[in-house]
């Protein structure tokens, strides 16, 4: 992760001081499917190529400095804020609620004029009627407000107020919160009948549980269409921050114009009915209803409903909401589920514009709505994703919302619109798609595909296990009911696949999950792998059709893994395979593979000024680019790798995660489609105290591109950036704009010597900026040592006299040992290298001093180690962060094998630009010390100079 140009608090780490190379917790707790694909594909639209102008300016979050925040909301749900010059990367990550589910999190980004963000909410799915209804204060989910508190010296836990009733004695308050697990009280107050709470961020989503008891899907419409307020378990009625309770609503614009009604109507005749609420429905809305004018005299505000009814019942298939609203031009929008097949499909019921003259009527059909699709040269299926709608008004503000999704529940819809007239608008996907892990056919006694989904796509998530499907066979399938004794002792499983209804009639666990005995039976009974359908049996409830995927209880309750694969499918699937058995012997073909998923593609879908006919996107390989993908490291921990990207008028954007990879891992990744002006951001977020990094570019052309993550040796130098971001949208990443902090640089007199730590096969991977210790810096003029300042965020500096003069520093880290001399004068104006900035912002001049740095590529594998004996080459390059810097005139190299004792010096061949390369052998293994030291020394025309020797730079294996 990266150090903005104002990030506080730095922490040490080892012998060098870490300002923001991984994020900064935060210490408080702070939206799949059996349809058609569109049948009118579509060429990807060019980012961006309907931006406005009067696009937003840079963001600012009032109070917030740090480059990086992570925020476990009351919920248990995970949402990290990340910035980036002038702009924010928000990730969202669902906790799995008791019953198995992963609701979905919009998050609402509204800016106001000049670009400051004025609103910026986490708002997961089961909140939404409670925060509606005022039960639950939305303060509780502002993320920015959550983040502030960091910067004011807020303390974890959570502090917040729950409200019981008029008058309750504290023995009666005490009685209530004695069952909440995870908090602690503070204070209670009888007679306003409230106590307050501690909230610790690991035990949020258990508090959650308890604290809002069951989740029904439908709670909102309840609310809206019958005004029943949402109920908290233990007799609460309401939940704010402690000290801070937001006002009831927020204050109208009044324009001194009439107002009229709008009656928005939405519509489905189609798809599964199923529970909403108490309402059995056919679009269940599961966002409140909002009109927000964007051209008027009352820009920027939003309009909340009246009313809303259902038109017709059993089941409701069209429901209305009444606004009453001034004359303009609006945006309309909602949140919508529905299902095809059993599985739930995300039905956004955006209408980017609609003009407001007098009493008027809209019909929403969702039967018209369009699935957002993308189709590749590989099978694929949707690892993860995330919608955007992004919308700019007249005078400049303007926003969007961003939803995120777990696995399994991906499959967004849109209803075709209008183009806009007034201000931009754009509907965008992001996409991680990677090869199917289990696919499933039966091919007896005909072909019928099927779509079994896993419990989740990640790769030996700890804590989050299961067996997964390897290799391709052949099974006969075999109806086991519920997996009880008695259902085997009727049946032959060995060898069999075995298809299963959820047994929820069991000691622990969710009426949704699969519990691990009822898996075992069959493991037991011989049976090679199970299929799930997604009904739930026994429990509250007789018979209850459930959500895709299905996770195992041993998830969320300690219990045994149960040792045999199973996948899970939907109940009409299952009725068709039992309608098979009934007539004869039926055969499945399985392949899977147990292992991160060879390929992947990281995809950003736009669709411009409108909601269009069709919202299919075909990627081909032309329009993408191929990067061989090296998650380097010496242990197979989890990492991630989060994907975002910024068109040129978006402040805000979804970032998607790639969850529970390993390091030592190797695949392909598909980043398209090419798209000139779309600027692309990746994190890798590795675990176990490893550094991450991220890299700033842009997609341009298709072909080739390697990525090696964090390969070794990492020595300090300067962050490369690339001269496309700056092309593809002018203005927008340097200046105010500026994502990177200076290294080595110095302003006014005061020189500070802030380092990057550079991987020499991949140097635009940005690893955050680093501060050296105090005992491990010295700089030196004429031989003597001058005396060390010191900044409260950016550690050592040195105060220099104006005139230029030679300089030597010097600087540890880690196994590293660095000198440099060069020449330093002080800066006549304010000129960083592009998309830097300097530690003291913009006031003074001030410039890159020219310092030589060095950076290696050792060609070493995964695990950052070449093989011994053998003959190996080694490439180094010698360059400067100074634009137009004096040319590089020589380099020596030596290595070590015995760590440092001896050494031996390298020929060089000179490629051009600084860059060399040399050829060199070492021994057996048994005669080194495990490991190759590097002495590299280099100079330019001018004079400067740098010194380098890196002890254990890299591994050696035994070559076998």
Known sequence: MNTSPSNLRPRRRHRIRLLVAATAALTLLGTAGAAARPDEPTAPAPAGAAAAADGLRTVSLPGLTRASYRVTLITGDEVTLTRDGGRYTVTAIPS????????????????????????????????????????????????????????????????????????????????????????????????????????????????????????????????????VTPKLSGDAVALWPTGLRSAEAEPQTDTGQPTYRVTQTYKRKNGDAFYCGVRLMTICPMFGFLLAQVAGNAVGSAYESVSARCLDSDPCTTFEATFEVPP?????????????????????????????????????????????????????ETFVASRTTFRTFGNGQGGGTLSFTGYGNSSFWAIPSPPVTVGTFHLGTNWVLGKPMVTMAVTTPGRVALKPMLPTYWYRGPGFEVVRFSGRQTHQLVDGGLGRTADYDRISAKGKIVLLRIDADKPAGGQCNVGPAQLMRARAA????????????????????????????????????????????????????????????????IAGYDAVSPYVYTLHTYQEGRIPASLHTEVTDKQVATVDTSLHGTRAQPASLVYSAFRPNETAVAGVPYSYLTDSVRFTTYRGPVSPDLVRLQFYEPSGGQPGARTIDVVDRAGPDPARWTARPLVPGAAELSPQVFRAQPGKWEGAWSTEICAFCRQGNTFYPITNLVSGT???????????????????????????????????????????RRYRLTAENGRTTTTWNFTSAAPTRYEPPKGFTCAEGTGSPCHADPLLFLRYDTGADLGDAVTAPGRHQLRVSAYHQVPAAPAVTSLALSISTDGGVTWKQLPTTAKGGGDYTASYQVPRLTDTTGTVSIRASARDAAGNTVEQTVLDAFRLTDRR
């Not at 031009?329 to 589920?337: D, I, K, P, V």
């Not at 004429?782 to 105060?799: F, I, M, N, R």
């Open 96 to 227: 799995a609620r008791a019953d198995g589910t992963r609701p979905s999190i919009d998050v609402e980004v509204r800016t106001g004029p000049g670009g400051t963000d004025t609103r910026l909410h986490a708002l997961p799915r089961d909140v939404q009627a409670l925060v509606a209804s005022g039960v639950i204060d939305r303060k509780i989910f502002d993320v920015a407000w959550l983040a502030a508190q960091v910067e004011r010296g807020g303390n974890t836990p959570l502090g917040v107020t729950v409200k019981y009733g008029d008058r309750l004695d504290a023995a009666a308050l005490d009685k209530r919160v004695s069952g909440l697990p995870g908090v602690t009280t503070a204070a209670k107050h009888p007679d306003h009948g409230t106590v307050d709470l501690r909230i610790e961020p690991r035990q949020a989503a258990a508090f959650w549980a308890g604290f809002k008891g069951d989740t029904g899907v439908g709670e909102l419409s309840d609310y809206l269409f019958d005004r």
């Open 328 to 380: 303009g031009t609006y945006q309309a929008s909602g949140h919508a589920l529905f299902r095809l097949d059993g599985r739930d499909q995300q039905l956004n019921l955006e209408l980017p514009e609609v003009t407001v003259t007098g009493d008027t009527t809209i019909t929403r059909d969702a039967d018209t709505a369009r699935q957002l699709t993308v189709g590749t040269p590989r099978p694929t």
């Open 526 to 589: 011989g049976a090679v792998a199970v299929l799930v359908e997604a009904t739930s049996t026994g429990g509250p409830w007789p018979t209850m059709t459930c959500p895709l995927p299905v996770p195992p209880d041993w998830w969320f309750h300690p219990q045994e893994v149960a040792d045999i694969p199973y996948a899970a499918i939907s109940a009409g699937e299952a009725e068709n395979l039992r309608g098979l058995l009934r007539r004869g012997p039926v055969k499945i073909d």
């Open 762 to 804: 991949a140097p635009n991977h940005i690893m955050g900026s680093y501060v050296f210790e105090p005992q491990n810096v010295r700089m030196y003029a004429d031989g003597q040592e001058l005396p060390q300042a010191s900044s409260l965020v950016w550690g050592p500096t040195y105060e220099l006299p104006a005139a230029a």
